[in-house]
Nanobody, 119 residues
Framework: VQLQASGGGLVQPGGSLGLSCAASGSIVNVRDMGWYRQATGKQRELVARITAGGKEKYADSVKGRFTISRNNAENTVYLQMNSLKPEDTAVYYC??????????????WGQGTLVTVSS
């Protein structure tokens, strides 16, 4: 199973950016999907998660600015980021809880995509 993330880049403060991440490979089912981020010198932290049923959870720092969504048919998770701030600058990692077979549940990580918020 692989998670392929895309959509990072440079954006000015107050701007918007969208990330996407697709899971591919031997997949029976995908449960929770989410986004984490790691800024330079800091620990990786949860940004947002979404269950297969669509229940969302956000870090307090991004509530009201970021929106997570998913397409279950395509095993893809999205993160729409609005009103971006310099402190949102980080490498963003997608994460998924996947059943690669009917008897296994594993956690997978994407390769990370850099988001830089700067003027």
């Amino acid at each position: 199973v692989q998670l392929q993330a895309s959509g990072g880049g440079l954006v000015q403060p107050g701007g918007s950016l969208g990330l996407s991440c697709a899971a591919s490979g031997s997949i029976v089912n995908v449960r929770d999907m989410g986004w984490y981020r790691q800024a330079t010198g800091k620990q990786r932290e949860l940004v947002a998660r979404i269950t297969a049923g669509g229940k969302e959870k956000y870090a307090d720092s991004v509530k009201g600015r970021f929106t997570i969504s998913r397409n279950n048919a395509e095993n893809t998770v999205y993160l729409q980021m609005n009103s971006l701030k310099p402190e949102d600058t980080a490498v963003y990692y997608c994460n998924a809880i996947v059943l690669p077979t009917y008897w296994e549940t594993k956690e997978y990580w994407g390769q990370g995509t850099l988001v830089t918020v700067s003027s």
